[in-house]
């Protein structure tokens, strides 16, 4: 069974950081991008960024460019978002994904349950 689990969510105040990490199992994810969403209440789901198989390779949603980064580490098929800078506006439920089109604007593949993080002003 092919697993995506987030950790990291929380509270935090504006200006503050977080990092979520998500760990994949089940398979092999290095030749697969992967990625972050998000969804706030009442929102509709948002692209927060990916990155690609090479690891090298990284594309931002204009919200958090410049705040936000993401790494990975394919010996643990694992895939991180630092957050800087948080504003209350990122409070949503954050989604970890892959597919190997979502580097293009494609549809991810997997998708994990979702990690909520909330920012207070």
């Known amino acids: 069974q092919v697993r995506l689990v987030e950790s990291g969510g929380g509270l935090a105040q504006a200006e503050g950081s977080l990092r979520l990490s998500c760990v994949a199992s089940g398979r092999s994810f290095n030749n697969f991008a992967m990625g972050w969403f998000r969804q706030a209440a009442g929102k509709e789901r948002e692209f927060v960024g990916v990155i690609g198989a090479d690891g090298l390779y990284t594309r931002y949603g204009d919200s958090v460019r410049g705040r936000f980064t993401i790494t990975r580490d394919k010996a643990q098929n694992a895939v991180f978002l630092q957050m800087f800078s948080l504003k209350p506006e990122d409070t949503a439920l954050y989604y970890c994904?892959?597919?190997?089109?979502?580097?293009?604007?494609?549809?991810?593949?997997?998708w994990g349950q979702g990690t909520q993080v909330t920012v207070s002003s």
């Open positions: 994904v892959a597919g190997r089109q979502i580097v293009f604007g494609g549809d991810p593949e997997y």
